[in-house]
């Protein structure tokens, strides 16, 4: 947390003359982004990657936008399902997903004592 204020009061010093409100912003969420802090890196590099989540909505909002209204919920959820398929047609991308978060899922089953790998006992 002492790191993280340096660097933040850093920041502040030469970037708060050109975007102030950036800088308030940062100080009033200050209290609910420091518990933050008390994660593993691993974990916290999970939690901050939001690009694969908006990525995923993004393709899916696009699909549904080309293709307009649908006659049924069934129509509405097919489209949805073969956006999101056609994010990884090879099945590969499990593969990789597994290699990223590997470390991630470690640090958490430690964090959290076990409760993660109870369920695959």
């Given amino acids: 947390e002492a790191a993280a204020t340096e660097r933040f009061l850093e920041f502040a010093e030469a970037w708060s003359s ?16 420091v ?3 008390a ?6 590099r999970i ?6 989540i908006e990525s995923v909505n993004a393709r899916i909002r696009r699909a549904v936008r080309a293709r307009g209204h649908f006659p ?5 959820l097919k ?3 073969l956006a999101v398929m056609s994010l990884d ?3 590969q ?10 470390s991630a899922l470690n640090a958490f089953d430690i964090t959290f004592d076990g409760r993660l790998s109870a369920g695959r006992k």
Avoid: H
């Fill in 18 to 33: 050109r975007y102030p409100a950036i800088v308030k912003l940062w100080e009033n969420a200050w209290a609910e982004f």
């Fill in 35 to 37: 518990p933050f802090l």
């Fill in 39 to 44: 994660f593993d890196a691993e974990i916290r």
């Fill in 47 to 52: 939690i901050c990657s939001t690009n694969a």
């Fill in 72 to 76: 049924n919920e069934q129509a509405a």
């Fill in 79 to 81: 489209c949805v399902y």
């Fill in 89 to 91: 047609p090879t099945g």
């Fill in 93 to 102: 991308g499990r593969k990789r997903w597994a290699t990223r978060w590997k």
